[in-house]
């Protein structure tokens, strides 16, 4: 929206796919509608998000448990025969899709888990929830900059054991045309979802490695 203002940007797992309408789902019309008509009697998660108070009760059972599930299950480390989220339908909660962990992986720390669920245990997960439940809101605000490319110079890092990179496989390989200047493009072994938390050098180093070869001088130039 802002390449005035951003000279550069890197992102993580989630690639850019721009409002094509051939992939994942219909970009025509609202998430909403779009997720039900590709979905049917299927599950998705942001649908399940969506439903107000039946989704707080879900999480908020035993939130330690939920977020140790779900950490896990979106990871690099959770076994691909124990994870069950294609076998779910409408009406499921998503923890019984769950690879629930026998111990924690060693990029998620006990204290770690006790900070992120004290702090949903404070908070709920309503606000969490909220991003997703308003997603119909905005795609109408994005209306103007539908079909935009990413015109700055972008790096992109993510895991090949990404379930967003395994579900959307067309939308990654076709993201160098919606990001032309994309200067970095790296995919890394064994790596699930969350990209910093569990290779957080190769992360590091493929971040400033970008950053060096797209320096901005004090003009705003880029090099």
Known sequence: MRPDLFPAVIGLSVPYYGARTTFAYDHSIPPSQAMRQATGDGFHYQLYFNEVGRAERDLERDIRRWLAGFFFTASGDAPPEEIKLAQLVRGDRLEDGFAWPKRLP??????????????????????????????????????????????????????????????????????????????????????????????????????????????????GRRR
């Open 106 to 219: 060693e990029w998620l720390k006990e204290q770690d888990l006790d900070f992120y669920a004290g702090e949903f245990e404070r908070t709920g997960f309503a606000s969490a929830l909220n991003y997703y439940r308003a997603a119909d809101a905005t795609w109408e605000e994005m209306a103007p900059y539908r079909g935009a490319s990413v015109t700055v110079p972008a790096c992109f890092v993510a895991g090949d054991r990404d379930l967003v990179i395994l579900m959307n496989d067309e939308i990654y390989r076709g993201m160098p045309k919606e990001v032309p200047q994309l200067r970095a493009n790296l995919l890394l072994p064994g790596c699930g979802h969350w990209t910093q938390q569990e290779r957080p050098e190769e992360t590091t180093r493929a971040m400033l490695e970008f950053l060096e070869t797209t320096a901005v001088d004090s003009s």
